[in-house]
């Protein structure tokens, strides 16, 4: 028996895909109609935490924080079955799921971090990414469960937290995506170009490909030999500042950036490679 706290787009969906793989699941969210509505598709559903964990040997959870994570799990725990795994989906600080399995592990239980790189279709299609870190033996015996789950696991070695905080880094990542698109599209709209252009250029010349590249020539030691200079970055970068003042619109990004890129310029590095503003 499984039970699952948290009926959000993407707990919802573990449970309708749990179900169809013929898997027992007792679900609870904090607004009940949201955990009633998995019962149409054979959940069973609590309007009290401890009662939905009762009896199961693997609670999963997708809630929003580290403080609801605290909470739900404090008001589960008169229900909880002896050795039941705690397995938490919640993206959530490294601090948190460090003494989250700190914690759980005196009292008798396991508690593992599991968080993802999915969207609710993921979840209902069993594809994405779950990334773990911790005691090896765990994960060994929780894989066969957790990789029904999941395109992939993705193990990152035995440091408690590890995975936390590499789901942080992503969606870091994923954020700075986002705003710098957003920058890509207000720079577009001055200069008149179209995003049906942008995805014919996108679709040639896929700037997703050199990230992996663009991160190793950060993190050198050496910025000596450019591809391109950073006096060079940050004239473009005044193009693209001078384009959108014109047709009074703000970037959001791209004034910092070009802060920052003084900032190396005026320490003397102007000739070197532009990447090395990210030391």
């Known amino acids: 028996m ?11 969906n573990f449970v309708r895909a749990m179900i169809k793989r013929g898997e027992a699941v007792q679900v609870w969210n904090r607004t009940p109609s949201k955990a009633r509505e998995l019962e149409t598709v054979g959940a069973k559903a609590f309007a009290q935490v401890q009662d ?3 009896g199961a040997t693997e ?7 580290d403080a609801s994570v605290d909470e739900v799990l404090k008001a589960a725990e008169p229900g909880l079955t002896p050795g039941a795994i705690i397995i938490d989906h919640t993206t959530t600080s490294k601090e948190g799921a460090i003494n989250r399995t700190q914690a759980w592990k005196e009292k008798g239980f396991t508690y593992q971090h599991a968080p993802v790189f999915m969207g ?11 990334l773990l870190s911790g ?10 469960s957790l990789s029904k789950m999941t395109g992939k696991l993705l193990y990152f070695g035995n440091e408690v937290g590890k995975a936390a905080a590499l789901k942080l880094a992503g969606n870091a990542f994923l954020v700075c995506l986002t705003a710098g698109l957003k920058d890509t599209l207000t720079l577009s709209k001055a200069l008149n170009v ?26 050198a030691a050496d910025h000596t030999q450019p591809s391109w200079e950073l006096n060079m970055a940050r004239k473009d970068t005044q193009l693209f500042l001078d384009a959108t003042q014109q047709t009074s619109n703000q970037l959001v990004l791209m004034p910092a ?8 310029i005026n320490k003397g590095f102007g000739n ?8």
């Open 120 to 130: 609710p279709t993921n979840a209902l299609d069993g594809t994405g990414f779950m």
């Open 272 to 279: 070197h490679d532009w990447t090395v503003i990210g030391k």
């Open 52 to 54: 939905a964990v009762r």
């Open 59 to 65: 609670i999963h959870l997708t809630l929003k924080d």
């Open 194 to 219: 179209t995003v049906e252009d942008l995805l014919t250029l996108f679709n040639s010349w896929n700037p997703g490909a050199h990230v992996q590249a663009r991160l190793q020539r950060m993190t």
């Open 135 to 144: 005691d090896e033996t765990i994960i060994n015996a929780l894989t066969p």
């Open 2 to 12: 499984k039970a699952f706290l948290g009926m959000g787009l993407l707990g919802s």
């Open 257 to 264: 950036i070009a802060a920052l890129m003084d900032e190396w």
